[in-house]
């Protein structure tokens, strides 16, 4: 009787630890703006102190966290990143938004638009490529009878769809380094799942976009392509590293008898490796001389670092979170198989809504769940990539007023926010619970 109280009054110290730990990452960034890494790190120091940690042992979790995930992340965080801006600078994004265009027609100009976020996104933060195809954006509406609404949320929708979803975007990136995810299978389901995420997105812009204000001339696009790539030199960069990564997980890593094509595919198709080719790709078709590139490959190193740096803290979060065998604790106490699938997406999605951004939401709810695997039942190699997904869905949701992304869209796009919650932040809804159902599914295919 003594044991059972002592691990009752264990667990409730413990969950009233990890809540402060994560009321003060929320209120810190969303009360205070704080940046998120300062943020993390109070919250190791509340958690660890509730539950009773040391000072030098909070310390040295702390460093073992940032240590840990950082050995597994730095190259794959910048190697993506670089090719991102790489991209961006040298004008294949707009070749590839242009050649979707002439494919789908001006008739589905919004639905081109949801495919070319969702293309351009996969090495592209939402936000840079929302700004960057925002001028092809703006053209379209002004040559067809689509409303600023319907196409830029349409736009939105296509490059959230993958943020929140494929590495090398930092929230999936770091969920899978923590849940030891292989990065290529990652991939391949990650795109199958936003697919859908995407397409329902768009329909939801569609139909309630359709009744703001349009802003429709007879003009065309302004564009100078003269010293763009060609089309299939701007998709390269973006394909390449994505089918190395695929035929890497299709190797059978346990095998003795690999072949000398298996061991070649699991060395190329290592991230790093396959980002690499990416990376020298992109360069290879900028125009101009190795000079113009120097600042862009600077530039990116240092996005990165901002981004590598919350995942660090987040990770050293984790690392609290599994000194206080949380994992033990819930599960001696709650059968959380009930939950299953759905508990990282509900956790996630809460973060998320509290304090606007996915990365931070994806990277603490993926803390919480490492531990809680087991009693999840998806402690399993499949368990692990489902966990992933469903932290990625409810990372969607909600993206409203204190996500950055969310005034990226309206600045841009002119549009007010009463508008841009009806539209917007209804299709991060619609998006996120599309994406988790397909997620659902999934898991009764393949737990």
């Not at 009787?1 to 809540?19: A, R």
């Not at 689509?146 to 930092?170: D, E, K, N």
């Not at 499949?382 to 309206?410: K, Q």
Request: proline share 3%; glycine share 8%.
């Amino acid at each position: 009787m003594l044991n059972e109280f002592l691990m009752y009054n264990s667990l409730i110290v413990t969950i009233i630890s990890l809540i402060a730990g994560v009321l003060v990452i929320i209120l810190c960034t969303v009360r205070f703006k704080l940046h998120p890494f300062f943020a993390l790190l109070l919250a190791c120091v509340v958690t660890g102190l509730g539950v009773g940690l040391g000072v030098n042992e909070i310390l040295q979790l702390i460093k073992t966290g940032f240590g840990d995930i950082l050995s597994k992340l730095t190259l794959i965080i910048v190697l993506g990143t670089s090719i991102g801006v790489l991209l961006e600078k040298n004008g294949a994004t707009t070749v590839m938004a242009n050649f979707i265009l002439k494919i789908v027609g001006a008739k589905r100009s919004a639905l081109a638009l949801s495919l070319t976020g969702f293309i351009v996104g996969l090495p592209i933060f939402c936000d840079s490529g929302y700004i960057v195809l925002n001028g092809i954006n703006k053209s379209l509406i002004r040559r067809t009878g689509f409303t600023v609404a319907q196409m830029s949320i349409s736009l939105a929708a296509g490059l959230y769809s993958v943020h929140c979803l494929i590495p090398p975007h930092p929230g999936a990136t770091a969920a899978a380094a923590s849940l030891s995810v292989d990065f290529g299978r990652l991939i391949l389901y990650g795109i199958v799942i936003a697919i859908p995420a995407m397409f329902a997105g768009h329909l939801w812009a569609i139909w309630a976009g359709r009744i703001t204000p349009s802003d429709s001339t007879d003009q065309t696009i302004d564009e100078e392509t003269k010293n763009y790539p060609t089309v299939l030199m701007s998709f390269l960069p973006v394909l390449i590293p994505i089918v190395l990564m695929s035929l890497r997980s299709l190797v059978d890593q346990e095998s003795k008898n690999l072949t000398t094509i298996d061991r070649t595919l699991f060395i190329i198709g290592d991230p790093a490796v396959a980002l690499a080719v990416g990376v020298l790709l992109a360069i290879m078709i900028s125009k101009g001389n190795f000079k113009t590139i120097i600042p862009e490959l600077s530039g990116a190193v240092e996005k990165a670092g901002s981004i590598l740096v919350i995942i660090a803290a987040g990770a050293a979060f984790g690392a609290i979170l599994g000194a206080t065998n949380i994992g033990l604790h819930i599960s001696e106490s709650v059968d959380l198989k009930l939950f299953g699938i759905w508990f990282p997406f509900l956790l996630t999605a809460i973060i998320k809504t509290a304090q606007g951004s996915s990365t931070v939401a994806i990277v603490t709810a993926s803390s919480i769940v490492l531990p809680l695997l087991p009693a999840l039942g998806l402690d399993a190699e499949n368990g692990r990539l489902l966990a992933v997904l469903s932290l990625g869905a409810g990372s969607m949701m909600i993206s409203h007023t204190n996500d950055a992304y969310f005034w990226v869209i309206a600045k841009f796009s002119g549009i007010d926010v009463r508008t841009m919650l009806k539209v917007h932040s209804v299709s991060s809804i619609v998006m996120g619970i599309t994406t988790m159902l397909f997620v659902y599914l999934l898991s009764l295919l393949i737990l």
